[in-house]
């Protein structure tokens, strides 16, 4: 099936105004962070007559950091309670609220001489992207063709890469990396989601939400009719209504049952494996200490944010080059290369580090690796977790799934930002060869145990993982009392069985 403008249009849309904040918010607070630790200090000084040590700015300016993750905690453990009730669409509709309260909270900080209301702000958008970072892959992995599932799903992870390197070059001391435009910088996030706002809504919701939850054949055909080139739908329908049949039952399963069920275990276990690999890769780590590095190799200070701009640019295009080649090379291959990848560069940084007093050509192989760790990442580890957790599992355990894979997610990553300097003072040089080990790990565990799921049905990739788990689904393939549908002038219409629906509840 062909790439509809619709299609690319909902990828567009999505990403541009939810993962694209993600990538910007992680990086908005490098630049400002001098100018936002004054701010704090001369807003204490106002209220207390005295200011704070470095400690305690430290504290404050490492808080305004992290709460970003402790919000993208809390907004990945509600999205499964929030896809089922408005659908995958409504989802990223209806929170687009919390850009513009976190949004306003930021921009009027230091009109209103409030460092708690930057602090909130940076929760709020956290919350916000622990929403996004499931949401939309969700969305974009159910509205899209199965031959189309690997490049629309990495279009949200380019998106990331684009938000960061946006926040890097804004952060230029040129653009807005100057002093009196701090709020500003913070509370751009506005712009990119009220876009969205203003033209998402005109777009479908996700066709196999509203026939398998929904149970709404009307709205699903007129979705489907909207996403797809002049095809036969029907195909779709039938193929949506097998995993509809396959499901023991139509009710999305909670967390708890998620972990319990043992027909899903090993995509269960995949999805903790992938995730959490995802973050202690070392990637967040590189990011950290990529300006040290530079310094390191003999870059002159006032030349390094220009270098770490160039790192961004380098995000860009490996995202670029994973989306175009996933649907021709496979999802594992990607994963395997770009973990495998990034566990060499890792032991290269140890290695160059030990050896750059006494080889002076170290210098450079250091910067070589972290920009390899960077390419690596945005290749394949950086969006293929997200894609895969859409495709191991069918419509009622897939929000439980992402529920577990994005808490999982954000837990580790504000692991590894708490627990990476103390490894530094204790491991030195060493400690990236832990990342080493990791990234090697997933690779080695991907190879053995996750199929290739390039154009392959959800129920397909179910039922090649049923061997693994000895659990033959067969048997809930053969319900008679199903929705069935015949063919009628090319289209579905209702043929006989006992789920009741309302064309009218769901309309796109």
Not at 21 to 37: D, E, Q
Not at 105 to 117: A, K, V
Not at 470 to 481: I, K
Request: glycine fraction near 10%; charge should be neutral; charged fraction near 10%.
């Amino acid at each position: 099936m062909h790439l509809t403008s619709s299609l690319l249009a909902v990828a567009f849309l999505t990403s541009f105004g939810s993962s694209m904040l993600y990538g910007f918010n992680l990086a908005v607070v490098n630049s400002p962070a001098g100018y936002i630790k004054d701010f704090y200090n001369r807003t204490i000084v106002s209220r207390n007559g005295t200011g704070m040590n470095e400690e305690g700015l430290t504290l404050m300016y490492s808080l305004t950091v992290s709460v970003f993750a402790i919000g993208g905690l809390v907004g990945s453990l509600m999205v499964g309670m929030l896809v089922t009730r408005y659908g995958r669409k409504g989802t990223v509709v209806n929170t687009t609220v919390l850009v513009f309260i976190a949004g306003s909270l930021m921009g009027f900080s230091r009109i209103c001489n409030s460092p708690e209301m930057v602090i909130f702000g940076r929760f709020v958008t956290g919350i916000h992207s622990g929403i996004s970072l499931s949401v939309v892959p969700m969305y974009l992995g159910e509205i899209a063709p199965k031959n189309l599932r690997g490049f629309l799903g990495l279009v949200p992870s380019i998106f990331i890469c684009v938000g960061v390197f946006t926040a890097q070059i804004l952060g230029l001391h040129e653009l807005l990396g100057k002093e009196e435009y701090w709020p500003l910088f913070l509370a751009l996030v506005v712009i990119p989601t009220f876009i969205q706002l203003m033209l998402l809504p005109w777009f479908p919701e996700s066709p196999r939400y509203l026939l398998i939850e929904k149970h709404n054949v009307h709205a699903t055909i007129t979705a489907l009719k909207w996403y797809r080139s002049k095809c036969n739908i029907q195909e779709e329908i039938e193929e949506m209504q097998e995993e509809q049949r396959s499901l023991s039952s139509v009710k999305t399963v909670s967390v708890w049952h998620l972990l319990l069920d043992t027909s899903v275990r090993w995509q269960v276990l995949s999805v903790v494996v992938i995730n959490i690999g995802m973050q202690l890769s070392g990637i967040d780590a590189i990011w950290f200490y990529t300006n040290d590095i530079f310094e390191n190799a003999g870059i002159p200070a006032p030349q390094i944010q220009y270098t770490t701009v160039g790192t961004g640019a380098i995000e860009v295009i490996a995202g670029l080059i994973g989306c175009f080649t996933i649907e021709r090379l496979g999802r594992r291959p990607l994963i395997i290369g770009g973990f495998g990848f990034m566990g060499i560069c890792c032991a290269g940084i140890t290695l160059s580090l030990i050896l750059q007093t006494s080889v002076s050509i170290m210098r450079y192989v250091s910067v070589a690796c972290v920009v390899g760790i960077i390419a690596g990442f945005c290749i394949g580890p950086a969006g293929v977790p997200f894609l895969i957790t859409a495709e191991l599992f069918k419509q009622s355990h897939r929000p439980a799934a992402y529920t577990v894979g994005g808490a999982l997610n954000w837990i580790s990553n504000f692991t590894v930002g708490f627990v990476f300097p103390f490894l530094q003072m204790s491991a030195g040089s060493y400690c990236y060869l832990v990342f080493c080990a990791v990234c090697l790990a997933v690779a080695v565990y991907v190879y053995f145990i996750i199929p290739e799921t390039k154009n392959k049905t959800f129920v397909e990739i179910s039922q090649m993982f049923a061997s693994k788990d000895a659990v033959m689904e067969s048997q809930s393939l053969s319900n008679p009392d199903q929705l069935k549908l015949r063919k009628m002038n090319g289209y579905g219409t209702l043929e006989n069985g006992s789920l009741e629906f309302d064309s009218s509840a769901s309309s796109p």
